[in-house]
């Protein structure tokens, strides 16, 4: 079946959590406060909501049709955009994300 769509809700993730990141940082111009200057320059993330919202059905028959080698991929995937300073709780995340993708093959040997 693929991976685009999980790929596609991982980018949409992590640009999000970027840009929020970006927006609250104290070196802002707001500071940890969101300007209306910072909100403007956040439409383009704000308005792929609802394309997010529609490719959610999909990506998650992706995800219960995974195989071990897109399951992989997609674990590399999520490790290659995930950075933490922390390194010990930066790879247990990696970990943990390794487990919730193959979740989806539990979940569709019960369907």
């Known amino acids: 079946m693929g991976t ?33 200057t910072e909100i403007i320059g956040s439409i383009g993330i704000i308005v792929k909501i609802p394309s997010v919202i529609a490719e959610a059905p999909l990506a998650y028959q992706e995800w219960k ?24 709780i930066e790879a247990l995340t990696e970990e943990v994300w390794g487990m919730l993708v193959r979740i989806g093959k539990i979940i569709a040997i019960l369907d």
Do not use: C, M, N, Q
């Open 65 to 88: 049709d995974l195989d071990d080698t897109e399951a992989a991929e997609i674990k590399a995937y999520f490790a290659a955009k995930f950075d933490i300073a922390d390194d010990k």
């Open 4 to 36: 685009e769509h999980i790929k596609s809700l991982l980018d949409y993730g992590f640009g999000l959590g970027s840009k929020i990141k970006e927006i609250t940082a104290a070196d802002s111009p707001g500071g940890k406060k969101v300007t209306i």
